[in-house]
């Protein structure tokens, strides 16, 4: 159990680590797949993604869904290279506030939602998961956010108080369902200062 008033920092992934795929890495992907505009939020890309996420669907499962018909390994094996690739791009602001946050000894946890296999690739060849004594993903747990029992679950293996955990997500559905447990909490934009919001919580 973590001693009361001992502050973690729980990091989502994409598009606060990470930033947002560059239309060169959908393009590969649209040509991978034989679709277009696979951006956009009503693609097949997206249509069965949180299922996806939450490790409802195999790899094979989901891209054959996205193609609409049967996928071999080795198709399959490509698309989950390109998948990867393009959500790989990082976010060095936050890179940097996370060298600063873990030099100075502090609390580094991560909640992303994330294909098992992604999560695992990240894990294993990232630099940013040096800096997480926690790693908490989607695929794994059988959960999304912003349901609540994912943050249950982050909150009971941290071993600390909601008002303990400082939370940053780009979503607003997470940031509200984290603020309605008591979490403290920094919605990340494209504009945020982190390292001013951090201090403003008093770092």
């Known amino acids: 159990m973590t001693p009361r008033g001992t502050r973690w920092y729980l990091f989502d992934y994409g598009m606060v680590i990470s930033t947002a795929p560059a239309p060169e890495d959908w393009g590969l992907l649209e040509q991978a797949t034989g679709f277009r505009e696979l951006e956009a939020g009503t693609s097949p890309y997206w249509r069965r993604r949180e299922d996806f996420d939450a490790g409802r669907l195999t790899p094979a499962q989901y891209w054959e869904s996205v193609l609409g018909r049967d996928a071999g390994q080795a198709e399959v094996d490509t698309l989950e290279e390109l998948d990867a690739a393009q959500w790989a791009h990082l976010n060095p602001r936050t890179m940097g506030v996370l060298e600063t946050l873990h030099s100075e000894g502090a609390n580094l946890a991560l909640l992303s939602n994330m294909p098992d296999g992604m999560s695992r690739r990240y894990s294993a060849e ?78």
């Open 126 to 203: 990232s630099p940013w998961a040096q800096y997480f004594s926690k790693l908490y993903f989607s695929g794994r747990m059988g959960l999304v956010k912003p349901d609540r029992q994912i943050f249950e679950r982050v909150v009971a293996g941290l071993g600390a108080a909601p008002e303990d955990i400082v939370f940053i997500d780009d979503n607003t559905q997470n940031i509200s369902m984290a603020r309605t447990m008591g979490f403290r909490t920094i919605l990340h934009t494209g504009g945020t200062d982190l390292r001013a919001e951090l201090s403003g919580l008093g770092r």
